[in-house]
């Protein structure tokens, strides 16, 4: 399984490092620098997305960069045939670029595949909204330093001392994600799994309480009722990126490549 990766950060090398153990290897590499449109082509991008070219098309492609990194390329990759991983599920929030991913997607007879991130109970979710979903909040709760360089800042000091949880953001799944890009990715998933955006109710606190970053799903429907919750560890190498959504990348290469998959 050739494998092709967007993004230098601590998803991607992970992911690079796991390749093998699943019967995979890295055969490209886009690395997105800079700000704006401004992209570093590590090996030849047009070659290797050309339809055709038997050596250099990867099988499959994982966008490790955020909403940016998917919203430069992967519309192109899409385009060329390629299947497409990602993480960044936030960025769908955006309503153009969801119908054109899922336009791109049509037009190559691909697929975008959508990452569980750093949440679980979302197979329960899935299953749910094929009946009747009365009700879904997700509620995100961590450490005030986990908070710094996004919205809650406008509304918290969060160089001060907590004495107790604060909620900085009540509103619904669309809005968290397009407010909070880089916090917001488990929010999106929870949306796109169960009630969507507008429908997915959303609570995020700063805890000073808290260890980790604590994820929690609540809904209710004809199906009955669920609660789950998950406290995430992050990766060693980056205290701002989950563990488990680093996993479920390699988990969604697991499955794309088995014969078997859930």
Same mark, same amino acid.
């Given at each position: 399984?050739?494998?092709?990766?967007?993004?230098?950060?601590? $998803?991607?090398?992970?992911?690079?490092?796991? +390749?093998?153990?699943?019967?995979?290897?890295?055969?490209?590499? +886009?690395?997105?620098?800079?700000?704006?449109?401004?992209?570093? $082509?590590?090996?030849?991008?047009?070659?290797?997305?050309? %339809?055709?070219?038997?050596?250099?098309?990867? /099988? $499959?492609?994982?966008? =490790?960069?955020?909403?940016?990194?998917?919203?430069?390329?992967?519309? /192109?990759?899409?385009?060329?045939?390629?299947?497409?991983?990602?993480?960044?599920?936030?960025?769908?929030?955006?309503?153009?670029?969801?119908?054109?991913?899922?336009?791109?997607?049509?037009?190559? #007879?691909?697929?975008?595949? +959508? =990452?569980?991130?750093?949440?679980?109970?979302?197979?329960?979710?899935?299953?749910? &909204?094929?009946?009747?979903? /009365?009700?879904?909040?997700?509620? #995100?709760? %961590?450490?005030?330093?986990?908070?710094?360089?996004?919205?809650?800042?406008?509304?918290?000091?969060?160089?001060?001392?907590?004495?107790?949880?604060?909620?900085?953001?009540?509103?619904?799944? &669309?809005?968290?994600?397009?407010?909070?890009? %880089?916090?917001?990715?488990?929010?999106?998933?929870?949306?796109?799994?169960?009630? #969507?955006?507008?429908?997915?109710?959303?609570?995020?606190?700063?805890?000073?309480?808290?260890?980790?970053?604590?994820?929690?799903?609540?809904?209710?429907?004809?199906? #009955?009722?669920?609660?789950?919750? $998950?406290?995430?560890?992050?990766?060693? /190498?980056?205290?701002?990126?989950?563990? +488990?959504?680093?996993?479920?990348?390699?988990?969604?290469?697991?499955?794309? &490549?088995?014969?078997?998959?859930?």
């Amino acid at each position: 399984m050739r494998v092709g990766l967007i993004g230098q950060g601590a $998803i991607a090398h992970y992911v690079a490092q796991g +390749l093998p153990a699943i019967g995979g290897r890295l055969e490209l590499v +886009l690395i997105r620098q800079g700000r704006g449109d401004a992209a570093r $082509i590590a090996t030849d991008a047009d070659v290797a997305l050309s %339809k055709g070219i038997e050596g250099y098309s990867p /099988d $499959i492609m994982v966008d =490790c960069a955020g909403h940016q990194g998917l919203a430069q390329h992967g519309t /192109d990759i899409l385009r060329a045939g390629i299947p497409l991983v990602t993480v960044s599920l936030g960025a769908l929030a955006d309503r153009q670029l969801e119908a054109a991913l899922t336009q791109a997607a049509r037009d190559g #007879g691909s697929r975008l595949v +959508l =990452c569980s991130g750093a949440l679980g109970g979302l197979d329960a979710l899935r299953a749910a &909204r094929m009946g009747r979903l /009365d009700s879904v909040t997700y509620t #995100g709760r %961590k450490p005030p330093a986990g908070w710094v360089g996004s919205r809650a800042e406008e509304v918290l000091d969060l160089s001060a001392p907590l004495s107790a949880p604060v909620t900085h953001f009540e509103g619904s799944a &669309r809005q968290a994600a397009l407010g909070y890009p %880089k916090n917001a990715n488990v929010a999106a998933a929870v949306a796109l799994a169960g009630a #969507g955006f507008d429908q997915t109710r959303v609570r995020l606190i700063a805890d000073p309480a808290t260890q980790g970053n604590i994820h929690e799903i609540e809904a209710a429907g004809d199906f #009955g009722t669920m609660r789950f919750s $998950i406290t995430g560890q992050t990766l060693p /190498d980056n205290p701002r990126t989950s563990a +488990l959504a680093a996993m479920s990348v390699l988990s969604a290469l697991a499955d794309y &490549r088995s014969p078997l998959s859930f």
